[in-house]
């Protein structure tokens, strides 16, 4: 069972940019579609970015098109989200999530398609 840990958030100011980490142990991410999802106080938690575990195809929400890129290392076993060009509205805690079945549609957006979570770590932007 893979067990999934965030770190890499903190308090930035509007426009700068931070690198979110999500480090596996238990399993090999690269037999994952791994995702991040964020949720700020009051709000549902919502998909951010996605990446198939072939490493071919990667998803954005509109609003982080160009602005945040997911990635894998596959050495490390690590998952990064970096963030550029942060805004306000980007305050929440993210979370990095595994997928463990590579076979039939991913329908990446959806919180059940995805088995394994990390306890997610916080990242506020101030104006």
């Known amino acids: 069972q893979v067990q999934l840990v965030e770190s890499g958030g903190g308090l930035v100011q509007a426009g700068g940019s931070l690198r979110l980490s999500c480090a596996a142990s238990?399993?090999?991410?690269?037999?994952?579609?791994m995702a991040w999802f964020r949720q700020a106080p009051g709000k549902e938690r919502e998909f951010v970015a996605a990446?198939?575990?072939?490493?071919?195809?990667?998803y954005y929400r509109d609003s982080a098109k160009g602005r945040f890129t997911i990635s894998r290392d596959n050495a490390q076993n690590t998952v990064y989200l970096q963030m550029n060009s942060l805004k306000p509205e980007d305050t929440a805690v993210y979370y990095c999530?595994?997928?463990?079945?590579?076979?039939?549609?991913?329908?990446?957006?959806?919180?059940?398609?995805?088995?394994?979570w990390g306890q997610g770590t916080q990242v506020t932007v101030s104006s």
């Open positions: 999530a595994a997928d463990s079945d590579r076979s039939g549609t991913y329908f990446y957006r959806s919180f059940g398609e995805y088995n394994y």
């Open positions: 990446l198939t575990w072939s490493g071919g195809s990667t």
């Open positions: 238990g399993g090999t991410l690269s037999r994952y579609n």
